[in-house]
């Protein structure tokens, strides 16, 4: 037997190549084996999966025999099936740009610093300094806040949270139920209609704004709620001073350096 | 003014800046002019070689060889109660004063200036009483 096995290894020939690959690329850059040799000495026959049977496509008709009727009655025509198309552009048209409306799929991402409940400082706008109560996020993205309007006649308002820097206080808002018909729809300004009277243009004037009924109701709902909330807080009573306060800076206070 | 604390052997520092930043260590041995071994085996520092630009030497120092192990500093900062005297001194409750009020939040700054002007308000009134009385007396 070991005879027999010493004269096939003679005649199989030292393996001079042991450790690298097969195939590697000669001095001159080209491959040692060409993909026809490759495909013997790897034996991929064995491997090659059977081709399925190209499928029959049913030849759609091009054109259509139609019958001729009206003035030159009688006879067959030939009518194409897809009609040509009547303009051929002489420019290449443009592709319309993606619709930026990211938005409708999701409403916006929120600083993680504000949560329900947080006490932020308004920065700008008529309310600017006040501390007020984060109540939640609505579809649009922007923040319901609340004054409370006893405290600081701030009253249930939308602010983008940009104008916003949320302090490290929290008030625990679970308790606050916010009405249903609080949405953007509720905040939306109510445009007035510039209709042409006897034709001239009505004297829209800037119509000052005065809360409805329903906005009072709301606002009292909903404040009676939160100030309930803040009391039940063991530092309730000082918060309460602190949302009525309003924020500034002093001498040597750097917003970059505090922590808020 | 002659200096008072010295670069020696046994001095403690405050570490002011880089990776063991607010922790003390004494110096066990002088590398150059710049830098020294320093170990703090009871404050957390390990022993090595530090930038003295980036330490503040204290006036608390003990005695141990220069180039003395681990187990010898650790037991002499012990002995001296290096860390207790440390802690007690104005400079390190000064730190920690700073750092509190760093970290102060808004509603903390609030408070703070409220009991602040409680506090002025008593002060005031006691010594305006005090001040009615003695001009009553024409003392003033």
Redesign the interface.
Known sequence: LHCLIHFIKRRMGKNKNKGSPRNYSLASGVARFSRASMFHKKAVYKFLKKKAPAKKTEKKAVFVEKKIGGAKNGGTRMVRVRKLPNDYPTAVKTAKRPNRSCQKSHPPKLRSSITPGV?A?VLAGVHKGK?VLVLKQLASGLLLITGPMSLNGCPLRRINQRFIIA???KVDVSSVKVPENINDAYFARVKAENVKKDGVFADNKKQKYTPSDERKKDQGEVDKQVLAAISKNP?GA??K??LA?V?RLQKGQFPH???? | MPFKKFVEIGRVAYIADGPCQGKIAAIVNVIDQNKVLIDGPTSGVSRQAYPLKQMHLTNLSVKFPFNASTKVVRKELEANKVDEKWADSAWCQRIKAKAVR??????DR??LR?AKSQRNRIVTIALNGKKKALRKAGKI
């Open positions: 006490v400082i501390h302090t490290k206080t530092e000082m918060l001073k602190y306060s924020f350096q505090m922590v808020f | 760093k970290s102060m939040t808004d509603f609030f408070k409220k």
